[in-house]
Structure formats: C-alpha cells, structure tokens
C-alpha cells in the first residue's frame, strides 16, 4: 500500500510526459514501437531482423535501453543504422523521461522508431513513453503460462510475437495453450510465431510491419 | 534522477523490515532462500525438486510471490508442504513488508524456507525480504550475457544455479562464458549446472543445501 500511493503520481506525470513525446514523434511521421519480453527472450535478435528487412527502403532508429553497457547496441550497429543508447542503472523499465532526455538527440526524420525496452515483463508494461504500441516478445523456453502471470503486458500490447519456435520440440509449450492467453486477456492482439534465429515466421512480420509504415506515413494517428 | 530520490527511502525501510524480519526467521533457526530469476527460467521446477529431496527430513515451507494469480502454488501443493502465496499485484518484487505481512500465519518452525520471487533480474535484486541469501537461476536460452546486463543480481547473490542444461545442444550459450561473467561479478559465487526438467546435476545442489540446513540448525547466522 505504501508504494501505491507514490507509484501513482508518478505514473501521472510519466502519462503527461509520454504524451508530449508522441506529439513530436507524430510530427515527424515516425512509427515508435516499444518492444517489452523478458531477459533473453530475443528482442535484439527480433530488432535486428526486422532492421535489416526495412533498413534498404525507409529510416530507422533503434533506442536502446539497458541497465547497465551497451552489448545489443553494439550488435545493432553492425546494421549500420542509427543507435541511441539509454543506461537506466537502477531503473527496471525505460520512462517517458529518460526519452525526452535523448529526443534532442534526435536531428533527422525516422519512419521507424524501434525501442528496445529493459528485459522485465512488469515494469515496462506501465510506463508509458510515447509509443505508437507496444510489442510483446514471448519465447518458447519461458513456458505458455506467461499471458496468466503477466496479464498488463498482453492486455496492453497490440502485437505478441512469439519467439524461439525452433526450440518447439525440445520445450514444454504449447501454441494453443499461449494463444488462449493471450487471447483471453486481449481479444484484438496479433500474434506471430517466429524464430529469429532461422528467420521462420518473419515474411509475415515484415508484411504487417510494411502496411503499419505505410499508414504512419500517412500521417494516421493510432 | 526524480525516481532514484524517492527510491533510496524506500531502500532504507525496506532494510529496516528485512533486518526484522530476518531476526524472527534466525529465532527458529530457518534457512530462508531469495530465489530469483527471469520469467520462465524455472524457478518453480527447481523449488519442486528441491522441496521433494528434503521434505521427508526437514521442515519446508514455500512463500509464493506473484504479480496475480496462482499457478505455481497450486503446482508446489502436490508436495504437500506448506505454501503461502503473496500477490504484488503491480509490484515487480517482493519486499520486506510483505513478507511481514505474511509472517503471524508461520506458526510452525521451518528448518527451510524457499522463497519464490516475482519473475524478474531487477528489482528483485534491490529489495532485501530478510533472507539468509539470494539465489539466482540462470536459464540457458536466455543466453550467456546476463551477468553483464543485470549485475547486480549476480554480484548479490550467493549462488547461481544455471538451468535448462538439457537444452545446451540446442541454443548458443557457453557455459564458460557464463561462469567468467559470474566469477567476474561475485568471485565468490557458487555455480551449479542443472536441468530441473531431467534432474541433472541436483545431486551437488542437495549436497550444499544439506551443509547449509546443518549449519543453520546449529543457531550459526551467516
């Protein structure tokens, strides 16, 4: 109880924050994705698939965010995109704050915004930061309990991909049981299953990415 | 910066707590475990066979922590042991204060007391429950790098038990390279390599954890 009543301003004023980074986010046409799993569930490897399908065609920003170095940074600059590192140090999720800080860093017009949050399936659920949406990693290793463990993130997040379908034979997860889960705790959610590390299950990610673009360009807000 | 000045109170009386609590665990001579690890690294799994090993010499008790529901301890019940399930709701941890809530229902004396913490490397890791120490699961798909990006955990804990080895074949994650980010972090730290799902490598674990439960029978505080 007494955290709850600190957590609550200061959710307030985080909303408040998020909203003024959208304006400007949507002033440049720049579709922000807020990309939230847990640690090792495979956002790098998601990002840097998708960076490097869409890099050729439109411009792309990766922000990334990390208690502590700069080890997937320095993984996706081999993409030769742009890379804004974010160091939370004792913070478990990326606020709305600390991407005001890095938003004067931001001199060009991205069509792609992809945030890599801190690998924590709780935290980064209830901070907003001016996304467009959040985007759910599950990998198969984790187990197909998770939308009932963690029920804000799935309610929350208008795309679930589930990672790692390469290790289905060796795990105990079920597709079916997940997806009644996620189902459940959001009825509209969009679900894909892929391994980043074959590349299977990404031609459709790629599709409804491009259509997403297209309509960002547009100038259509969510 | 405005969130770390209301964190470092917070810290403080939380550390308040955990001493209190710690004392009324110390007067009935009770090895409480901080078990902590991502979502889906098998917390659970390694509790059951733990609690299956001991529970036929030793007095067991499970305290449960979940953002919501029940899951696991319905899970933990076919041990027939004791467990008391915490539900955070939106807290990302355990603290001090919840487990004092908790601790008037212990009314018997435990001689082990497993704590399952919320999924997450985080902040688990900052909030002392008044434990005699934390053990952390490492699980091998969530790859080799943890060490580094979640530090703290690993400088904190006493012992780091690397799970899911069944799958080593499968995934990339060099034992070596996990062991050298441990050491680094904590050069103290003990590492066991274990598969909760075949039961490889427990034979070390319930041969430490049967040292410990001796030396905290005899009233030695750690």
Redesign the interface.
């Known amino acids: 109880m007494?955290?709850?009543n600190?957590?609550k301003p200061?959710l307030v004023s985080n909303k408040q924050r998020a909203i003024e980074n959208r304006k400007k986010f949507d002033s440049m046409n720049s579709l922000v994705i807020n990309i939230i799993a847990?640690?090792?569930?495979g956002k790098t490897s998601f990002i840097y698939r998708v960076v490097e399908h869409f890099k050729r065609n439109y411009r792309v920003l990766i922000i990334e965010g990390?208690?502590?170095?700069q080890?997937d940074s320095e993984c996706l600059l081999k993409l030769k995109v742009d890379v804004i590192q974010i160091n939370t140090l004792?913070?478990?999720h990326l606020?709305a704050?600390m991407i005001a800080q890095v938003l004067p860093k931001i001199k060009k017009k991205y069509d792609l915004v992809l945030v890599e949050n801190?690998?924590?399936?709780?935290?980064p659920a209830?901070f907003e930061i001016g996304e467009d949406y959040k985007l759910a990693i599950l990998?198969t290793?984790?187990?197909d309990?998770?939308p009932?463990?963690?029920?804000?993130l799935f309610h929350l997040s208008k795309v679930v991909v589930i990672n790692?379908c390469?290790?289905l034979p060796?795990?105990d997860f079920s597709l079916k049981k997940a997806k009644a889960g996620f189902k459940k705790e959001n009825p509209k959610i969009k679900i894909f299953d892929v391994s980043a590390k074959t590349g299977k299950g990404f031609e459709k990610v790629y599709r409804f990415l491009e259509r997403e673009l297209k309509v960002k360009k547009k100038g259509f807000r969510r």
Not at 38 to 41: K, L, Q
Not at 66 to 69: H, Q, V
Not at 148 to 152: D, N
Request: hydrophobic share 35%; with cysteine.
């Open positions: 007494r955290k709850i600190i957590l200061i847990s640690p090792g569930a990390d208690i502590r170095g080890v004792t913070e478990c606020d704050f801190v690998g924590n399936l709780v935290c209830e990998s290793p984790e187990g309990d998770k009932l463990k963690y029920p804000l790692k390469d290790l060796y795990v």
